[in-house]
């Protein structure tokens, strides 16, 4: 009998769900969508009780299948958002909304942490940004200081999802990694940023590995979700390691570029690699003993998402025109700053800006501005990568953008280097989250399960554009650079 594994993504835009077999193949997949809530323009939060909502909707949809036999489930592996801040009281109930990755309200704590404590970054990875955990908590302490009061538990978005499958309190070091209160490289909860932040060690949960299994299904979520209890739940992982460990890049050389609701370029290494000044992202891996660096880009589908919807089209529709259309580099710039960016500026006021309209611009001209300048944010973040000594020479490609071939192309031109479309491209965090529930119940090596999917195609850059694409990813850096002081105070009421 062939054994299935469930990965399970609470990601920002859906709840994701696939169970793959032990041959690594997808056997069917769910999503159920999610609902973000934005009480003010820089705040972005979610019902935490909503992903369980989603993750029961999920597992309902799967097993409609008729190809599923659910005999064949040996176990569970989590992945989520990260930097999502949720918080349970003494009886493990959420005292509030989850306050999300790409919320900007903790502009001034962040200041605060970085005036305050300048060398805590290098221990913890990165500058502290308003979207990261420990700058909301110092939000919450001054705005809703009731709630912090009744804090027993912080988690992280997938962790919240744990607790209701096993009943266990714990995460694991990857999505620990980006709360801002880990030790990187020790790979231990930091003294020093938790006192900075006004928690003590014991509200943070224990630390497990990603590939360990962390809790078996009890038999009131076994009831809910239609499976067998005692199922084993693996540590999981943070969604940016665990859909790299999809893609197989567990390997220092290997690369990977995400286009999902963010983007970011992200390459693992064998030692930790602190490089803040560049606003590279030094973090745990999901596997033992291996970390990664990576350029984080706030805007990436959810900026070409953006442009169709206000001009009322269908992006897939855009995409197939823009495919048939397309004849190298616009002259248009678009920053795609409207959330504020990380890498590699750290400044939660950029906004986005179209740079170049003319009589003759139309909606195909804006859709690919966009998509161009997505991708010249990303050579931004492999910029950052290079200057801190690691250096990508090709990159697999993830996230629903990953659909676009296009796009693809787009940014195989513009980093000038072979960019990988894997079949199963589009499967996401949810995909190695799979991987790991298998590690975790069957152990074996991990670089020989995590291998990379088949390939589907390799786009090489097309050597007639890319020094254009080259001028024009200097202009949108010179353009950036004059627009900076523009920028200051348009972050929207942080209070």
């Known amino acids: 009998m062939i054994c299935t594994y469930l990965g399970i993504d609470i990601g920002t835009s859906a709840i994701k769900a696939i169970l793959v077999n032990e041959r690594g193949e997808e056997v069917v997949s769910a999503s159920v969508p999610l609902t973000t809530t934005r009480l003010h323009p820089s705040w972005s939060e979610q019902e935490v009780d909503q992903w369980w909502g989603g993750v029961i909707a999920a597992m309902t949809e799967l097993w409609k299948d008729q190809r599923v036999d659910k005999s064949t489930l040996k176990g569970i592996g989590l992945t989520g958002q990260m930097h999502g801040a949720v918080l349970l009281d003494s009886d493990c109930r959420p005292l509030r909304s989850a306050i999300l990755w790409n919320d900007g309200r903790a502009v001034n704590e962040a200041a605060y942490l970085q005036e305050r404590f300048p060398l805590l970054a290098k221990e913890v990875g990165v500058l502290p940004m308003p979207g990261l955990t420990a700058p909301k908590l110092l939000w919450l302490a001054s705005n809703e200081p009731d709630v912090m009061e009744k804090t027993r538990w912080l988690l992280s978005p997938k962790d919240y999802i744990r607790y209701r499958l096993t009943g266990e309190i714990a995460t694991d070091y990857s999505d620990a990694a980006g709360t801002w209160l880990l030790d990187q490289e020790r790979r231990v909860w930091s003294k020093a940023a938790v006192n900075a932040v006004g928690l003590s060690l014991s509200q943070l949960p224990p630390l497990v590995e990603s590939d360990e299994v962390c809790g078996h299904l009890t038999g009131e979520a076994a009831k809910l979700l239609g499976i067998a209890a005692d199922l084993p739940v693996a540590g999981g992982g943070g969604d940016t ?40 992202h030094s973090f745990c891996h999901a596997l033992p003993d291996l970390w990664y660096q990576m350029g984080a880009m706030l805007n990436g589908a959810s900026a070409f998402g953006w442009v169709c919807s206000l001009l009322g089209e269908d992006a897939g529709v855009v995409d197939a025109r823009l495919h048939e259309r397309y004849d190298g580099p616009g002259d248009m710039l678009f920053l795609p700053y409207l959330t504020g960016e990380r890498t590699p500026h750290n400044n939660p006021h950029a906004r986005g800006v179209f740079f170049g309209l003319s009589p003759t611009t139309d909606r195909e001209s804006l859709c690919q501005s966009v998509m161009e300048g997505v991708a010249y944010s990303i050579a931004d973040g492999r910029d950052a990568l290079t200057g801190s000594g690691t250096v990508i020479q090709r990159a697999a490609i993830g996230g629903g953008g990953a659909k676009s071939r296009i796009w693809a192309q787009i940014i195989a031109s513009v980093l000038n280097i072979p960019i990988i479309r894997y079949r199963g491209k589009e499967r996401g965090p949810a995909f190695g989250a799979a991987r790991l529930a298998r590690l975790a119940v069957e152990g074996g090596n991990p670089y020989e399960l995590c291998r990379e999917p088949e390939i589907e195609e390799v786009l090489d850059p097309d050597q007639s554009y890319v020094g254009h694409y080259r001028e024009n990813h200097q202009r949108f850096k010179r353009l950036y650079r004059q627009l900076r002081s523009e920028f200051q105070g348009e972050g929207g009421d942080v209070r």
Do not use: M, N, Q, R
């Not at 220092?252 to 490089?275: E, N, Q, R």
């Open 241 to 280: 390691p665990v859909g790299a460990i999809g893609f197989g890049c567990v390997k220092a050389g290997d690369a990977v570029v995400s286009l999902g609701t963010s983007a970011h370029i992200f390459s693992p290494t064998v030692s930790y690699k602190p490089a803040v000044e560049s606003v590279v």
